[in-house]
């Protein structure tokens, strides 16, 4: 589904029930929308909390045509791609790019296959499976995309430290940008160094 517009819903539609304070595993949900949609509990713009009542959408909520997204497909993909890039050797990390590339493929604009691919062209680099003039192109590319598709993205900011590791060998600037991954989510655990 995609989210259109901000703060312009019809009052007391979308409500999501909310009893006595709500379930945790609602909270959470909602959480992790807000998260993913860049919004503030505060200043909402998509999701608001109605007190003792639920969550409204505040945006209008479109339906996307079956044919232009395959969240099956793509998410498959992606977790197939990013279990293969858990457990590296040289033929897993390579099922990995291909599965990776694969899902990108169905959603150009999937951030977090982007921050794995490149993550993976890294790994590739630092294990020698792959020569630096070929990976660090490759790698700088998914670490734009990544952050062109969800700047807020902890593991896009992974990626951008990654390039300024690997390519341009500033390390006080991966640290401070891996830093800053950790201050957008403290649970990434691919932004904790060694």
Same mark, same amino acid.
Request: aromatic share 6%; hydrophobic share 45%.
């Given at each position: 589904?995609? +989210?259109?517009?901000?703060?312009?819903?019809?009052?007391?539609?979308?409500?999501?029930?909310?009893?006595?304070?709500?379930?945790?595993?609602?909270?959470?949900? %909602?959480?992790?929308?807000?998260?993913?949609?860049?919004?503030?509990?505060?200043?909402?713009?998509? &999701?608001?909390?109605?007190?003792?009542?639920?969550?409204?959408?505040l945006?209008? +909520?479109?339906? $996307?045509?079956?044919a232009?997204?395959?969240?099956?497909?793509?998410?498959?993909? !992606?977790?197939?791609?990013?279990?293969?890039?858990?457990?590296?050797?040289g033929?897993? *990390?390579?099922?990995?790019?291909?599965?990776?590339?694969?899902? %990108? #493929?169905?959603d150009?604009g999937?951030?977090l296959?982007?921050?794995?691919?490149? @993550?993976? !062209?890294?790994?590739?680099? +630092?294990?020698?499976?792959?020569?630096?003039?070929?990976a660090?192109?490759?790698?700088?590319?998914?670490? $734009?995309?990544?952050?062109?598709? @969800?700047?807020?993205?902890?593991?896009?900011?992974v990626?951008?430290?990654? &390039?300024?590791? *690997?390519? $341009?060998?500033?390390?006080?600037?991966? *640290?401070? %940008?891996? @830093?800053? #991954? %950790?201050? *957008? @989510?403290?649970?990434?655990?691919?932004?904790?160094?060694?």
């Amino acid at each position: 589904m995609r +989210v259109n517009g901000g703060a312009q819903g019809a009052a007391g539609r979308g409500l999501a029930p909310c009893h006595g304070g709500g379930e945790p595993a609602v909270n959470q949900t %909602i959480s992790a929308l807000r998260r993913a949609l860049g919004d503030d509990a505060d200043a909402p713009r998509f &999701v608001s909390t109605v007190p003792g009542r639920g969550y409204r959408f505040l945006a209008q +909520v479109i339906p $996307e045509d079956a044919a232009t997204r395959s969240a099956e497909a793509y998410l498959q993909l !992606y977790a197939a791609g990013w279990s293969a890039l858990t457990r590296p050797s040289g033929g897993k *990390l390579a099922a990995a790019l291909d599965l990776l590339k694969q899902a %990108i #493929a169905c959603d150009p604009g999937f951030a977090l296959a982007h921050a794995h691919l490149a @993550d993976g !062209y890294a790994m590739a680099c +630092v294990h020698g499976l792959m020569p630096a003039r070929e990976a660090i192109p490759l790698l700088r590319a998914g670490a $734009e995309c990544a952050m062109t598709a @969800d700047p807020a993205l902890p593991e896009a900011h992974v990626a951008r430290a990654r &390039v300024q590791e *690997l390519a $341009e060998q500033n390390f006080a600037a991966a *640290l401070a %940008i891996l @830093d800053h #991954a %950790i201050e *957008l @989510d403290p649970l990434c655990f691919t932004a904790h160094p060694l």
